[in-house]
């Protein structure tokens, strides 16, 4: 068993049941395959960099992982502690989003300096993401302060399904509203109409005992209400009531249509990459400032470009984030150090919570790119790939090949997927036609396993009369020779007082550009970051440089070293995301 599955193992614990019954009464919604979700297990995290400092013994958390397994793990400490969520999951768009890859510092428009490079799918079978979502909004639930509220993003594609989700989880008696974010955008005409707004979903855990700061927007100068507003009051009886006071208010109390610009291509907030599914912070800033106070803990598991954490830094918040791309941590990693740089050099007197941890959970560093990960495995096993099977990956030499989730290790709980599908109709004829012979052959491909995953699913189906044989090829254990990624390597040298990073080739972007025929010049065109850390204590990278160039701007390349420098850790980005690690003496 290989060093990192032992690991997994040997950090696994057990986390008591939610006890989550759905409420009685409640309409629900069935899908094929719905899978009840009572319990999880706890998962280890490592803490792998560290930026700034702590304020009030408290530093800010992004996590790289499956958000569920990210969850699973804050679940022992802070169940019930999040003050604030809000999500921007997948909206089942049918889509691949992909990031646009520019070399730096090149001047001439007619030269091709950049291609796309997917960094990750929304495309779903409807059963696969209902029972996504499911399970992740009942561990948000269990999160969630009694006071606190959740905000969940999405569009005409599962809003109406994910309400009736949110009623099972939270109750409906705990919605609150259904908020359209409405946008103006240029739209052509077609059949049906334009498509201009989301829907925020929000729900809180109280009826009445949750955080509301009321805002408003400005009166019309010809209502018939100026110099009068409206007021909510509980009444003796616990019953909340509006009444007319004469007291002047800002305006009219904030509708539930919210006009909020999209986010302007050239607009600063804009991130460097472009990130397709980028959101404006003004939404955000109102969500945070209507249903949290400075403070608290604000809450996304689907952090992408990271607005969520910047916004919560920029009003006083303490945050957690979690996104399972590297491209989007790497995104929120560069964007919260420019908004903490500015924050520290402007503001003195009011406290901002502008340190942050990057964590890593379940190990999940094997693949770089998850969305290529099946991909390179159907490749690199010499599979049949099965594109429009909705349960297998691929087949070879008469088996049915299943690829298990990557970059953890898999469990009983994965088996859920391949027992719900199972044609037991096939599974009838064959067993008739043949009853001595297994009704199917399956291979398991995985990165990591429970011992007993293969022979758990067969005791399973053989409870319901079918006998299947079952292989599991774990990559990790039995040292499948296949290379999924090329390490990047760099030549970074001490002269005099100063670290000088000589070259750097970053071998996948290399290779991704060689096929596009783009030239690179020189090799900081290839660079996204430099941070480094003089005086590495082996663990916990913490840079006290870091060099982010702006725009079309290149990294220096080269850097003063502190008299007190000892141990020094270099941390090379490139355009992918991908890194490079050096570590050398000062001396």
């Not at 959740?150 to 908020?179: A, P, Q, T």
């Not at 030499?397 to 299943?402: A, E, L, P």
């Amino acid at each position: 068993m290989s060093e990192l599955n032992l690991k997994a193992e040997q950090n696994i614990e057990s986390v008591e049941d939610f006890k989550f019954e759905p409420i009685k009464g409640q309409p629900m919604l069935n899908w094929r395959g719905k899978r009840p979700f009572t319990s999880t297990q706890f998962y280890p995290a490592q803490l792998k960099e560290s930026f700034g400092e702590e304020t009030d013994g408290w530093m800010n958390k992004i996590f790289w992982g499956d958000n569920l397994q990210v969850m699973s793990h804050l679940l022992k400490k802070y169940r019930g502690q999040v003050d604030l969520i809000y999500i921007d999951p997948p909206f089942d768009s049918k889509a691949d989003y992909k990031k646009k890859i520019e070399l730096r510092g090149k001047k001439a428009e007619n030269d091709k300096t950049a291609f796309e490079e997917k960094q990750y799918t929304d495309i779903w079978s409807n059963d696969e993401y209902l029972q996504f979502m499911y399970e992740r909004l009942i561990m948000l639930r269990e999160l969630l302060s009694s006071n606190g509220s959740i905000y969940l993003h999405c569009d005409w594609h599962k809003s109406h399904y994910l309400r009736i989700i949110m009623d099972e989880v939270f109750g409906n008696e705990y919605f609150k509203n259904e908020v359209v974010w409405y946008y103006r955008r240029w739209n052509i005409a077609g059949s049906s109409y334009a498509a201009n707004h989301d829907t925020l979903l929000y729900y809180t855990k109280s009826k009445t005992d949750h955080t509301y700061n009321q805002l408003y927007i400005p009166k019309s100068e010809k209502s018939s209400a100026q110099g009068k507003s409206w007021i909510s009051i509980i009444g003796e009886d616990g019953v909340r009531r509006s009444v007319q006071t004469d007291v002047p208010t800002k305006g009219v109390p904030m509708p539930d249509v919210w006009e909020i610009s999209m986010i302007n291509p050239v607009a600063k907030e804009r991130t460097e990459v472009n990130y397709p599914t980028q959101k404006p912070e003004a939404l955000l800033e109102r969500i945070l400032t209507v249903s949290s106070n400075p403070g608290d803990l604000v809450f996304d598991c689907f952090m992408g470009s990271g607005t969520t954490q910047a916004v919560a830094m920029k009003l006083g918040r303490r945050f957690i984030g979690a996104d399972i791309n590297l491209g989007a941590i790497d995104t929120t990693v560069k964007r919260l150090n420019k908004v903490a740089k500015d924050i520290n050099e402007t503001l003195h007197d009011e406290t901002r919570y502008t340190g942050f941890e990057v964590w890593n959970v379940n190990n999940y560093d094997v693949f770089r790119n998850p969305i290529h990960a099946k991909d390179l495995l159907i490749e690199a096993l010499e599979l049949q790939p099965l594109p429009d099977n909705g349960l297998y990956d691929g087949e070879k030499d008469g088996r049915m090949v299943k690829i298990m989730p990557i970059n953890r290790i898999a469990t009983r709980v994965d088996l859920n997927e391949l027992i719900t599908g199972f044609p037991r109709d096939k599974f009838d004829k064959r067993k008739a036609e043949t009853p001595n012979k297994p009704v199917e052959l399956i291979t398991l491909v995985c990165m990591g396993h429970e011992p007993d995953l293969g022979a758990n699913l067969k005791l399973q189906m053989k409870e319901e009369g079918y006998n299947i044989d079952v292989e599991v090829v774990d990559i990790l254990r039995d040292k499948v020779n296949l290379e999924f990624r090329r390490d990047s390597e760099a030549d970074v040298q001490i002269e005099g007082d100063r670290l000088v990073v000589r070259e750097f080739y970053p071998m996948n972007l290399l290779q991704k550009l060689s096929l596009e025929k783009t030239n690179v010049d020189e090799w900081r065109e290839l660079v996204d970051s430099i941070k480094i850390d003089f005086n590495f204590d082996g663990a916990v990278f913490s840079p006290t440089v870091i060099d982010i160039p702006e725009g079309k701007e290149l990294v220096k390349g080269s850097y003063i070293i502190p008299a007190d420098a000892g141990t020094i850790k270099v941390k090379i980005t490139d355009l992918l995301s991908e890194s490079c690690e050096i570590t050398l003496n000062a001396e």
